[in-house]
């Protein structure tokens, strides 16, 4: 199988010829730091939004023979909506988001154009163009099917919390303000459903949905509210994507047992990432098993971070154990590839996967 089959076929639920490697995504310094292990002749060890246009280049195009290197079954690329610097480590997006750029060069919303409902009616979501899609071109130009093509993209809930600025404020609308809720979330699905299927066109075979739902202990609204403000939107996406050929996994952070069962009767083909500080994945993908694949969990906070090889070998074995029979599993580590896990780790993660994943399993 190739990459791309294998990847596929284990979002689908089914068993391909080896457990899928695959990361929603894996900080620049990270990838240059990875790749110092095999390569010369590298970019500078930089955030992007630091590099100049040949640095960018040349950075996408290490992730490239990174990928190549460790044999990994997808790639995963953003939506680029733009960032045009304010100082002060802000910026502001196509969507007049503005956020703080953490020293790791992650935006996080810290304002946004929607203070009222009245400031519905002069905004419009911009209009999803090839400028969105140049880095899913790229990707799908460099591997030629030969790997899974992975859109990331926030979705409904995320993306109507930036635009009101917190996460609070939206949190706050579900209980005092449901009119202004379900109006954002009309405007902002439709507006996913455009970048989502103009992504699917320009080569993504796949959508994973960030966007954190819950925190280690419960889920951030309560599953009434889920039902209410965000599920009948989220089934929207999920059928839109399926028409337009595509899969669709959904990222959360957290506890998501309360909500579990809603986010596959949403239609989500995958969840990731099975937290192990606060979700089993071997208890998950039992519950899940025949209607939606799992993706995760080597734990990026502890094992990863801390650890050895060898401890992350062990892990790795032991996630493949109760995650991959049977198939419907693909592995990742539990959020991404950050700037604290070790390169070596990341490594060690990829060679174990390769060790232990073929099938039949047994290990």
Not at 12 to 17: L, M, S
Not at 89 to 106: A, F, I, M, Y
Not at 230 to 238: L, V
Not at 338 to 356: G, L, R, S
């Amino acid at each position: 199988m190739t990459g791309k089959e294998r990847f596929l076929t284990a979002l689908k639920g089914g068993q391909p010829d080896a457990v899928p490697i695959w990361e929603m995504g894996i900080n620049e310094v990270c990838i240059i730091d990875a790749a110092k292990h095999f390569f010369t002749d590298l970019p500078a060890r930089k955030l992007i939004h630091e590099m100049n246009m040949a640095e960018q280049l040349a950075l996408l195009n290490t992730l490239v023979k990174l990928l190549d290197t460790l044999d990994m079954d997808g790639v995963t690329m953003p939506t680029l909506t733009g960032r045009e610097d304010l100082g002060g480590n802000k910026v502001r997006d196509k969507l007049g988001v503005v956020s703080h750029v953490t020293p790791h060069g992650e935006p996080f919303p810290v304002d946004g154009p929607i203070k009222s409902e009245s400031d519905l009616s002069g905004y419009k979501m911009p209009k999803p163009d090839d400028s969105f899609m140049m880095a899913v071109r790229f990707a799908s130009a460099q591997f030629a099917g030969r790997r899974a093509v992975v859109l990331h993209s926030p979705g409904t809930f995320k993306v109507s919390w930036s635009l009101r600025g917190s996460m609070e404020a939206l949190l706050t609308d579900f209980a005092l303000n449901p009119t202004l809720a379900h109006s954002l979330a009309r405007m902002v699905t439709d507006y996913c459903i455009e970048v989502f299927s103009l992504a699917l066109k320009c080569g993504a075979d796949a959508v994973i949905l960030e966007g954190d739902l819950a925190m280690n202990n419960n889920t951030l609204m309560s599953p009434k509210h889920y039902r209410e403000f965000i599920k009948p939107y989220h089934k929207e996406i999920t059928d839109a994507v399926h028409a337009a050929g595509g899969l669709i996994a959904k990222h959360s952070d957290g506890n998501l047992w309360p909500i579990l069962d809603d986010l596959i009767e949403a239609g989500f083909d995958g969840i990731h990432p099975i937290q192990p500080q606060c979700m089993d994945i071997g208890e998950v993908k039992a519950h899940c098993a025949g209607r939606a694949a799992v993706l995760g969990n080597i734990d990026c906070i502890g094992v990863l971070v801390d650890g050895t090889p060898d401890d992350v070998d062990e892990y790795v074995k032991q996630t493949i154990r109760v995650a991959a029979p049977g198939g419907g599993y693909i592995l990742s580590s539990s959020n991404s590839i950050h700037p604290d896990v070790k390169p070596e780790n990341f490594i060690a993660m990829t060679k174990a996967a390769k060790k232990y994943g073929a099938y039949p399993i047994n290990v």
